[in-house]
């Protein structure tokens, strides 16, 4: 009789630590964010539109998914708000740098200067100013228009026939522009400008 080796699996030598997974990974989804340039400016430069498009596109839906599992695993930190403020202006400064070096970038001037003067003023408000508040729903309204808006504009698609994607882009980018006019003056006068969207979408308890 031959005796039967014995097999051991792989979940024996391997142990996942979920309570570990659950911390660090909305902090991992925000550093992808942060390391936006490294990805985001080779493809570019390449001339790789959609791949960049892609990238960009996935790299904002990061916005999302990192505070989403931290709010669903209860693992929320005023650390981890802090670096996703940071994160999230990485991705918006360089796609909105990448938008002003497109060419007719003058149509990008002041819808630019209101957006880095909306991004300026929550950063002095939350980090400078030590003001650790919740984000009010219209800016999280305005942040569904601003990224696919700025992906959208920063590349130029007329070298390849699509230059309705530029056109929608701007559309959005100007609503952008209103929603943060909006936001910044709710972030500098809660007490008088009103946060309509929260009657329509209530925070839960």
């Known amino acids: 009789m031959v005796d039967t080796p014995n097999i051991r699996l792989p979940s024996r030598f391997f142990k996942v630590d979920w309570a570990v997974v659950r911390r660090f990974t909305p902090t991992a989804l925000t550093a992808i ?13 390449a001339g790789g539109l959609f791949l960049f498009m892609i990238l960009a596109s ?17 693992v929320v930190t005023d650390r981890g708000a802090e670096l996703d403020i940071y994160a999230d202006k990485v991705l918006c400064g360089l796609l909105l740098g ?19 003067l909306y991004h300026g003023t929550v950063i002095v408000k939350r980090v400078a100013g030590e003001t650790f508040f919740t984000s009010t729903r219209i800016a999280k309204i305005k942040m569904f228009f601003e990224m696919p808006s700025l992906i959208m504009v920063s590349t130029y698609m007329d070298a390849i026939g699509l230059e309705w994607v530029n056109e929608l882009g701007m559309w959005f980018l100007f609503v952008t522009t209103g929603l943060a006019c909006w936001s910044m003056l709710r972030y500098l006068y809660p007490e008088q400008i009103p946060d309509w969207p929260e009657r329509l979408w209530p925070r839960k308890a």
């Open 58 to 74: 996935l790299a904002a839906l990061t916005d999302w998914l990192d505070g989403y599992l931290a709010r669903k695993w209860g």
């Open 98 to 116: 990448v938008g002003l070096a497109s060419p007719d970038n003058w149509s990008h001037i002041v819808p630019t200067f209101v957006l880095c």
């Open 33 to 45: 964010r942060f390391l936006s340039p490294v990805y985001l400016v080779p493809p570019l430069l």
